[in-house]
């Protein structure tokens, strides 16, 4: 375990046996030792004495800090990656860890150039006297694809482009530090740094708290402060949104998780409209004003009709209501301009003309080869320099960790000789080496820390930590979480005890008492709704799917088809298998039928099996994941891992399926019982509730109806499956004690508005949700109204019994008719909940409605 030492703040210390194996670069800077190999003061502080370190526990630890990843559900989209939108977050638990003094000097730095940035941006986008007095070349503004010409001239509250800036810094070998690139358009990566500090802080809550490491909290209060002051209109009731560009996203993950923290709508640029140059969110109560976007889609993605005219990510309109100053866009729309690294080599003239300094913190060397001086530089010294391009583009480059070749550098050479302005060329560093835990040992690897800033009145605010950034292997210098990069906490040491900071502020005055309302956007009600509607088809197939199994006999195939028949028809009518019931092969190819059923189970790539369902139902649940808890993802998360057969079983029996299949059905009770029991009774419970009664009332009426047109409808055995996939077999037991019979079994599943499970009970629920359903749309809601009345009308006047007296010929009985209309009519009550709810165009009657 390692211990912190005595808070007597002991100085560096040797190095002992358990770090005897640890190597570091020579050539770059070490982090963790000094020249003379004792512990630097920091780590020193915060891993204790290394004569009591036990590897064994560190492994624990390191093995509870990817469970806690996992059960978090934090996760980043790798694109290619076969884990897809669910690969883990990779963290190793052992922090990055700065000295306070060491902070001080970056913190002022990094002030500075935020505030810099902020003016350059200004000028490009105001009146350009940087660009006429040639303190700017006119190419590396107006040559960039990243600057938006329809922003110049646009006023900002505050002149404030920049809300929130990252710098990603490396430190040299001989331990300054750098600025290697800055990311002034969407500097992601806060989320996830708050993330790691919530793991590591668990994982090591002695040495957190003993050696007072700043928290960040603060950084977050100043974020919702922030973005409250810079709205256009002056309101306790500030509306802010976060846009994201979708699930889809590399760090949806981080946006979601942001949005919850901060209390802010997750929104896509189809939640949102612009009318009368004003942005609206489209809610079930109509269109509500949106104040500030705090946005995660690129620039020129935000705006189809002035921007990228082949985006679908952003807001048609966006741009002008921005120059109308009727919301405000953080950051700004045109920042990504100061991304280029052609740059760079502009900011310390820049920094003494502008403010009267010197540059802090300085950037990597930089020439840009729209300059003839830094041209023939650059050709000259190809062999050292990372070259690169200067602006967003597409052509390819070589990889910046390995040696250019002759032919390589022949091509670069005449590509920078051709049009010098697109390249860049920066110094080679040897990106210094920190402790990571890998195959249960210490080993060096290079990293890079990524510092995040916000705005805060005419300066800066930095976040006291920040993600670093580890290399995949120990010689990498190009550091890509795309690229197999994993992260680190970064902790910064207090040399007084720390403030205990929250996000939940005390009020002196009254309180406004805020009840949930009808504010859910369209799409998110569209989600909810289907998400109800799988969870309960998963459910349905689970069932259907068992019940099949267990009365499959290998040895009697056709013994077992009267039983099966409706079951399987069933499920072939709902898409899960394709397997032709009249098929000579069924009847005689027991390893076909096994095989059939299997692949309906566990094959990820078939159309309609459980495995794919549940694909659906994480994909929905990643839709609405700023809007539900964790343990429901991790209820949901469990489902996938539980349909991936492990690698060590090349062949899965039936009874490892039914085994499988009660396991899902557990997973999906618990997600059930907690939307249930956790979700308050607000319209995302509700239409997440009216997919699950709609569904559960379809898949019940097709059981009950396949069953009326078998051969076999009266037979106890096929009645005593519908009991067992109706999941109503203990309450028909305790009612009639006799083999099942038409008439009970159908009073029972069909009728019995008693009975949690059966048609009339989800019709009736069905009733009950529309009559709370947001009235904006009377005519609409009375289409549904009608449809639900008719089908209570038709099962309340139904009666079973008349089954008794009929010999066959089921379907055409009332009961059968009654189940025929029923599932013709519920279709069409989905579509008319699509049509009233899932698309919005009215102002809301309330004018700014009601929080969630």
Not at 372 to 397: D, G
Not at 563 to 580: C, D, K, M, R
Not at 607 to 628: E, N, Y
Not at 661 to 670: T, Y
Request: with cysteine; aromatic share 8%.
């Amino acid at each position: 375990m390692i211990q912190s030492q005595s808070q007597s703040n002991p100085g560096p210390g040797p190095a002992v046996a358990p770090m005897a194996g640890y190597k570091s670069n020579p050539d770059a800077y070490n982090e963790l030792l000094a020249a003379d190999k004792s512990l630097r003061a920091p780590y020193a502080k915060v891993l204790g004495n290394f004569d009591e370190f036990n590897p064994a526990e560190l492994r624990y630890r390191h093995e509870t800090c990817g469970r806690f990843v996992q059960e978090q559900g934090i996760t980043y989209h790798v694109y290619g990656d076969p884990r897809g939108l669910e690969r883990p977050w990779q963290l190793d638990p052992v922090p990055f860890v700065l000295a306070p003094a060491e902070w001080r000097t970056l913190e002022a730095g990094l002030i500075q150039r935020a505030v810099l940035l902020n003016k350059i941006l200004a000028d490009c986008y105001g009146n350009q006297e940087l660009i006429r007095s040639r303190w700017l070349s006119p190419a590396l503004v107006f040559a960039q694809p990243d600057f938006l010409r329809p922003c110049h001239g646009v006023r900002l509250p505050r002149n404030l482009f920049l809300h929130f800036y990252a710098a990603d810094l490396a430190r040299a070998p001989d331990g300054r530090w750098w600025v290697v690139s800055d990311r002034s358009q969407i500097p992601t990566g806060a989320g996830y740094a708050l993330a790691n500090r919530l793991v590591t802080s668990r994982i090591f809550p002695e040495a957190f708290r003993e050696n007072n490491v700043h928290r960040l909290a603060g950084f977050f209060r100043k974020t919702q402060e922030t973005l409250a002051q810079v709205s256009p209109r002056h309101s306790d009731r500030v509306r802010v949104v976060m846009l994201t560009p979708g699930p889809h996203n590399e760090t949806y993950f981080e946006q979601a998780y942001l949005a919850r923290y901060l209390g802010y709508m997750l929104v896509e640029g189809q939640d949102l409209m612009v009318r009368d140059n004003s942005v609206f969110l489209k809610t079930l109560s109509g269109l509500e004003r949106v104040d500030v976007i705090w946005r995660r889609v690129d620039d020129d993605f935000c705006d189809p009709l002035e921007l990228r005219n082949d985006s679908i990510l952003g807001v048609p309109g966006l741009a002008e209501a921005v120059r109308a100053g009727n919301v405000v866009v953080a950051n700004a729309l045109g920042t990504g301009l100061l991304q280029s690294p052609a740059f760079m080599s502009f900011l310390p003239g820049l920094c003494r003309h502008i403010l009267g300094e010197e540059l802090l913190l300085p950037s990597v060397a930089t020439w840009w080869c729209g300059q003839k001086s830094a041209q023939q530089y650059v050709l000259k010294n190809l062999e050292n320099l990372a070259v690169k391009p200067a602006f967003r583009t597409r052509m390819p480059m070589p990889d910046p960790d390995k040696k250019l070749t002759d032919a390589q550098r022949s091509d670069l050479r005449r590509r920078i000789e051709f049009d010098p302005d697109l390249f860049v060329a920066q110094e080679q560093i040897k990106l210094s080496n920190a402790p990571c835990w890998e195959d249960g040992r210490f080993v060096s690897r290079p990293i890079t820390l990524r510092t995040y800033l916000v705005a805060s009145g005419d300066s800066f605010s930095v976040m006291p930590g920040g993600l670093t950034r580890v290399a995949p292997a120990a010689g990498g210098q190009f550091i890509s979480m795309q690229h197999g990069s994993s992260s680190k906490d970064t902790w910064i040491i207090s040399e007084t005890p720390v403030e205990e900071i929250t996000l939940l502020q005390s009020s002196a005055h009254s309180v406004e008492l805020r009840r949930t309302g009808n504010n859910l956007p369209s799409r998110l009600a569209d989600n909810f709704f289907w998400l109800g509607r799988y969870s309960e088809r998963a459910d349905a197939t689970a069932r259907l799917l068992r019940s099949a199994v267990l009365r499959f006999n290998p040895e009697r195939t056709g013994g077992a088809l009267p039983v099966l028949a409706p079951l399987l028809q069933t499920l072939a009518l709902q898409g899960q298998i394709q397997i032709l019931l009249d098929h000579p092969d069924w009847r005689k190819n027991a390893e076909a039928f096994e095989a059939e059923v299997l692949a309906a189970i566990f094959d990820p790539e078939r159309p309609g099996s459980l495995h794919q369902i549940v694909d659906f139902l994480q994909r929905l649940a990643m839709l609405v994941r700023d809007r539900t808890s964790n343990d429901m993802w991790r209820v949901l998360n469990q489902l996938g891992d539980q349909l991936t057969p492990p690698a060590d079983k090349s062949v899965m029996l039936a009874g490892d399926a039914v085994s499988v299949l009660s396991q899902v059905l557990l997973g999906l009770a618990a997600f059930h019982g907690l939307a249930r029991e956790n979700m308050t009774r607000a319209q995302a419970w509700r239409f997440l509730d009216i997919g699950l009664r709609l569904e559960r009332a379809i898949y019940l009426g097709t059981l009950l109806n396949t069953t009326l047109r078998s051969p076999e409808a009266e037979n106890p055995s096929v009645l005593e499956a519908v009991l067992e996939v109706a999941d109503s077999s203990i309450t028909y037991r305790s009612r009639y004690n006799l083999l099942p019979t038409l008439p009970a079994v159908f009073d029972l599943v069909l009728l019995d508005d008693k009975n949690p499970r059966s048609v009339l009970f989800q019709i009736e629920q069905l009733a009950k949700h529309f009559e709370r359903l947001p009235r904006e749309r009377e005519e609409a809601v009375g289409s549904g109204k009608s449809i639900l009345q008719k089908a209570l009308a038709r099962l309340q006047n139904a009666d079973t019994r008349e089954l008794a007296s009929l010999k066959g010929d089921f379907p055409q009985s009332i009961i059968g008719q009654t189940i025929h209309e029923t599932l013709r009519d519920l279709p069409k009550l989905s579509d008319t909940i699509a049509a009233s709810y899932f698309a919005h165009s009215t102002i809301s009657r309330t004018g700014r409605g009601t929080e969630t």
